[in-house]
């Protein structure tokens, strides 16, 4: 009951993809094929595999289950990150097999259940709060009404979607972290520090690491490849 009730608000909540990104969602699912078997044709870690995994994802994320809620943008980037991992080889989870189902519908499969998650434990936290507020009321008139809580799909710019592309595509991000966290990478920081930015003090308390040194490493490693790629796209 619960996985369907999950289901039923994110469709509730689901959204159509912006009139810019029409003809790229019309990308056929043999396209689609044919440039997935390409990219998986080059070796990991490759420039040549990097680049189509870019491709891919720009291609696909107008193809993507999207919702309103405050936590998409943490399962999106789960969901990209499962999809560079396990699209040609089993790293975390199962490759992808074009003959059980598109690539499309494989992420969205993976997507969905990653919205489920973070639903069950925003529930489980919100079940915590009212439990542990005495002055709690059913019937109170300060309740907020669930689609007040409902903020709106932000705008996202073009460049920031092919920044983000990138950083999950780049196979040498996720080789460069901070000191003795390995977990801490310089993928995970670039994503976590584009817009709406995660503060640092959120960062520091989640990774148990100081301001300064993350704040520093970010400095001195994700700006110096940031600077990179936006002069290679011409940027600046």
Known sequence: MGQST??????AHMVSSSDNNEKTSRFSPQALLQLVQETCAHPLGSAERQRGLTQLIRHLTPQLWRTYDAYYADALQ???IYFCRNLCEATTGRAYDPTVATVATWLNA?????????????NRKRAITVS?????RANSDDALDPIDRLSAPPDVPPWLEQIRAWALSNPDLEKIHVG????????????KRLPPETPWKNLAAEYGISIGTLSSFY??????????????????
């Open 6 to 11: 999950s289901t039923q608000t994110m469709s």
């Open 78 to 80: 789960q969901t990209w």
């Open 110 to 122: 993976y997507l969905r259940r990653r919205l489920q998650d973070f639903e069950i434990a925003e």
């Open 132 to 136: 542990q507020s005495s002055g709690f």
């Open 180 to 191: 003795k966290h390995p977990q801490v990478t310089a993928r995970l920081l670039i994503l």
């Open 219 to 236: 400095q001195r490693q994700c700006l110096v490849k940031l600077r990179e790629y936006g002069k290679s796209q011409g940027y600046f």
